[in-house]
């Protein structure tokens, strides 16, 4: 078995564990499997030659996702900011390798309406001291997932437009709405969905402008 290869293999192990974990209401294995993530994919996607900015986003992700374990406020204020910081790596990798596509004037009023329509819904239920920080999180979430869809295709859009999807539902119980059986669990399945698909979309072949110095070159 190759190094990637075995990244790869633990990765898909330590997402089972996770999710597992969640479905049954385990929280000590969710914490431990949970801070595994996103350096497992990472180091999967190096080893498959992947630009260093998407490297760095996924290591952001790690940080966001360490740091929400923790039950704080300012625990989660820096998860955001770490969150923030992996959106800022996807738009400036996106604009590098990708291209612009006609689609992408059509979907702009869509994306412009959900994160105008999801702001405005959440604002009067969000703690007075998240609102700006949530509204300038999620400016920065509906950038990414728009670039990812009008620049890369629909491997990446679907990641992205999952992301968006995982970090509502986190918006939603902040806000105190309703929320489904296990939210954590559908939180972290389409998170995972959305980091993996962002991944196979900014390495796909399909792009010939990735950076051509990778991270780590293949084994």
Known sequence: MTRSRAFLALFVLAAVVDLLSLALGFDAGHTVAKP??????????????APRLLVAALLCGWGGDTLLLLDADPAFLAGMASFAAG????LALFARIGRPHARGALLAPCYATALIATVALLWPD???DLRLP???YSTLLTAMAYAATTRLGPVAGVG?????????LIATGVADWPQPPRPDLWIMLTYLA???LLVLGATS???PTVDPRPLILNP
């Open 126 to 128: 969000l703690p007075a």
């Open 87 to 90: 959106h800022v790596c996807y």
């Open 134 to 136: 949530v509204a300038v």
């Open 36 to 49: 595994l993530l996103m350096p497992l994919l990472a180091a999967w996607a190096a080893l498959r030659g």
């Open 205 to 207: 072949r399909r792009h």
């Open 194 to 196: 959305a980091q993996v």
């Open 160 to 168: 992205g437009a999952l992301f968006l999807l995982s970090d509502t």
